[in-house]
Structures are given as structure tokens and as C-alpha cells.
């Protein structure tokens, strides 16, 4: 199950009740004050995670807790913390609050995190209230509440490139012949449901992130069809792919489709009509794929690429222009000083540590070998050490 928009019920924990406690031990008199704090609450943490695809671990479950703090005891005993609780999200997760509205978070990276309700604070033992003119104080302190707050988790796909076009365009077969990503394909509209992404590998070091949005008709900027729900998943997307099928099964104008699908870009959000796009025309073992091509290209003045991705035919062109565009907007972005999304878990820099030496490779026995003695050490040294004869 896909899930893209939840709202959640947030809980910290709170934390425990400081203990009033006196001390009692044979053979010591006067005994004080000895009652521990209580612990603190757990918090609640938002973490993006590579591999986490979407929010349906919340789809099912709307209210999340963190354990309270234990109360303390006496003999000093403080109370045990709330540990805290993680709850992963997927990379291009942007956390709302309910009630006002404003964005609290938007967690675009690998590894970013935050507390979004922070655990309460143990309460003091009476031990704390000691002092010069009050020597055995019976006053303790309660723990506080933990916080709790509503909030709404939107999914906004990180993907390089997102697909764009109308019903069977052949969006999901192209992604699942440049990618591993493995959608479902059939011959009917609307087959796909939710967005798909993959990752494009053309080499070791080149790869970008690929995501096949559902069809888009006429009117789904209002809330008409599947995409109205998923536009907000190519907004993050630097470039667009633009398929165009030159024999729709509808029986409608190809060049009446795209202009179709841009207004429907534009009129969603302004930004998305001026971003960066490619036109493919699918399906070219069809006869008209040409015409239409070359219609495509009087209509936008753009370079059209004709392709099949049943076929293969010139995927490989299709990449490598992708891949360009791609490098260079990263190359913009890093100039810029923002930071260019990992696409893989395992691709994080990591920690040149120290490769930890040996007992018997350090210290005084580092030089010594089978071939090397300590004795010969000795015998070495001596020699090293005598005088010749005058």
C-alpha cells in the first residue's frame, strides 16, 4: 500500500515523580532526606530514511506515544529515562502542523532528523529541597507532561526526473526498462496507481532518480482523475520527461494531449510549467510516431526524441541526455551551496577510522619476524655497542 498524506497524533512521554523518602539505617542516627528524581520522558523523533518508500507504516496507526520516565526511589535511587522513539520516514517528507498549518520540518536528505515532541522532565526528590534551615523537607516534585502535538506527514518524491503524460503513454514500461523498478503494466487507463521511483544506472559513478507519476487528464489540477493526488510528487523534480503517445487509444490529438498536460502543469504551479523538459515520443514502431515528432517540434521549437521502450530503440540516446541535464542542474545546485540528495544508503561518505594495530605489531616486539629473533635483536645491539680494539 502506497501512502503519501497522513495526519498522526503525537505523544511524548512524561516524565516520572520525584520520591520523598527518609533515610532509615540501624546505627545511624538522624537519618535525612534520600529520595531520588524521576526519570525523563522519551521523545518522539522524525528520522529520513533511505529505503522507507512511503508512509504506510502510519497509514493504519494514528497515534504514537514515547515511554514515560519511572518515579524515584528512595536511597538515591533516581527513576529509569523514557528511552526515544524513532519513527522513519522516507527522504522528501515534509511534516506539517495540524492545527496551524505552517510547515514544522521538510526532510529532504538521508539521515535527517529532529525532535518533533520532546519527552517532560523528571521531578525532583526531596532530597533536592534540602537545605540550612529545612534539614528533613517531605516536599517532592511531580513530572512534567510530555509534549503532544498533531501533525500531517506529505510525501513530495526525491526524484531527479519526474514522467509525465496521459494514460498508456507508456510511462511505467520506460521506467521499468531503464530502471529496476518493476511497476505494474497493462493496456488499460490508470493503471498506475501510485508514483513509481528507480534509479537509472548508466555507470558506476552516473545514476539518477526516476519517478513514473499517474497519468495526467484534463482537470486534474481540480481534483478530476489519479494525478490531482500525485502532482505534488514532480514538484521537487529538477527536470521533466514529457512522453506523448503518437496513437492514443482514446482516438484524441496527440498535440492536443500535451498542450493539455502543460496547462494542467502550469495551472498546478506556475514553476513547473517554466521547468526543464524533454519530449519523447513512445511507442515509435507505430507509423505516425514521426509525423507526430516532427508536429511536436514545430509546436515547441524543442529537440523531440522518438523511442520504444518495448523495443529499446534509442533508450540509450534518451539516457545519456537525461544524465547530462541532470549533472548539470546538480552542478547548479552544489554552487549554490545546497546539498545534492544520496541515492543510495551505502553511497554516504564514510569515516576513514584508524585500523587498529596488533598487540604483537606494536610497541617493542613490532620488528620481530620468524626470519627476526629477539635474540638477534640482542646480539645486534651488543655488536652495535662494541668498541674495536685500539
Known sequence: MFVDRVKIELNAGSGGDGCSSMRREKY??????????????????????????SLAAYGNRRFFSAPNGQQGQGAMCFGKKGEDEVLLVPPGTTVIDAEHGFVIKDLKNHGESFVIAKGGRGG??????????????????????????????????????????????????????????RPEIADYPFTTKHPNLGIVDLDVKRAFVLADIPGLIEGASEGLGLGHEFLRHIERAG?????????????????????????????????LGK???????????LPSSEEVAELLRQETGKPVFVISAATGTRLNELKEEIMKRVEKRRDELVEAGEQVAVLRENAQPRTNRARRVPPHRAGLTAGLSDDVQAKDIDNQENNDGAKEPS
Open 28 to 53: 545511624i542516627p538522624r537519618g535525612g532526606p534520600d529520595g531520588g528524581d524521576g526519570g525523563r520522558g522519551g521523545s518522539l523523533i522524525f528520522e529520513a530514511r533511505l529505503g522507507v518508500n
Open 275 to 285: 521547468r526543464e523538459e524533454i519530449l519523447v515520443v513512445s511507442k515509435c514502431e
Open 239 to 271: 527536470l521533466l520527461v514529457h512522453l506523448v503517445e503518437p496513437e492514443p487509444t482514446d482516438a484524441t490529438d496527440p498535440i492536443e494531449n500535451y498542450r493539455n498536460i502543460r496547462a494542467e502543469l502550469i495551472q498546478y504551479d506556475e514553476d
Open 124 to 181: 525532583r526528590g526531596n532530597a533536592k529541597f534540602k537545605s540550612s534551615t529545612n534539614q528533613a523537607p517531605r516536599k517532592f516534585q511531580r513530572g512534567e507532561e510530555g509534549e503532544s502535538r498533531t501533525v500531517i506527514l506529505e510525501l513530495k518524491s526525491i526524484a531527479d526526473v519526474g514522467l509525465v503524460g496521459k494514460p498508456n503513454a507508456g510511462k511505467s514500461t520506460l521506467l521499468s526498462r531503464i530502471s529496476s523498478a
